[in-house]
C-alpha cells in the first residue's frame, strides 16, 4: 500500500503521502502506522462542515477537512477576523477533539498561503500591512499552485522565494 497522509512527527522523518508503505516504514521504523477509516473521516468532515455553515452560508469545500469560508459580513470593529477563525477552530475542537489551522486574509490565494504557515493548530493573518513582507520572503515552492515541476523550472531561471520573481523583469 501507500501512505495517504503523514502526521507532522512522521513527515521529519521524510514520510510523506503517496510514498510506498515500505518506504515509509524503512524511514520512520518506531512510526505509528494505521489503516484508513474513511466513514470515521467522512464523520468528522460533516461536523466540520456544519461548524463552517454555523458561521456563514458561503463555504466552499476543497476537500474532507479545508474549506474556503467568506465572513466578511460578521466582522466589525470590535470583532476581527482572526477573533472569529479562532472561534471557529474553538468549536471544531470542542466538537471533534481535532486541531485546526487557518488562515485569514483579503482573498483566497492568501488566505491559503497563510493556512499553511503555522501547522498544526495555528492561525495566520495576512493583510494589507504585511503581505508585502510575506510575499517577498517566502520560498517560491511555498506557493499556492507550485508544484515540484514548476519549482524546478523557477530555479532554472534563479527563481527562488518572491522577491526574485517579483524582481524578474521577463520569464
Do not use: W
Amino acid at each position: 500500500g501507500v501512505v495517504s497522509t503523514a502526521s507532522y512527527e512522521a513527515r521529519k522523518y521524510g514520510v510523506h503521502s503517496a510514498m510506498p508503505m515500505s518506504q515509509a516504514h524503512k524511514l520512520c521504523p518506531n512510526g505509528y502506522y494505521v489503516t484508513s477509516r474513511f466513514d470515521a473521516y467522512r464523520e468528522a468532515s460533516k461536523k466540520i462542515m456544519d461548524i463552517f455553515r454555523s458561521y456563514t452560508e458561503i463555504v466552499e469545500p476543497l476537500s474532507l477537512d479545508e474549506a474556503y469560508l467568506d465572513i466578511t459580513h460578521l466582522v466589525r470593529p470590535d470583532l476581527p477576523a482572526s477573533t472569529i477563525a479562532n472561534y471557529i477552530r474553538r468549536d471544531i475542537y470542542e466538537v471533534t477533539r481535532l486541531t485546526a489551522s487557518a488562515g485569514v486574509s483579503y482573498n483566497k490565494f492568501l488566505a491559503k498561503l497563510a493556512s499553511g504557515m503555522n501547522k498544526p493548530n495555528g492561525l495566520t493573518v495576512i493583510d494589507y500591512n504585511n503581505v508585502h513582507e510575506i510575499l517577498m520572503q517566502l520560498d517560491i515552492g511555498d506557493f499556492p499552485g507550485v508544484g515540484k515541476a514548476s519549482k524546478k523550472k523557477m530555479h532554472q531561471h534563479h527563481i527562488y522565494t518572491g522577491q526574485d520573481l517579483y524582481n524578474k523583469d521577463e520569464f
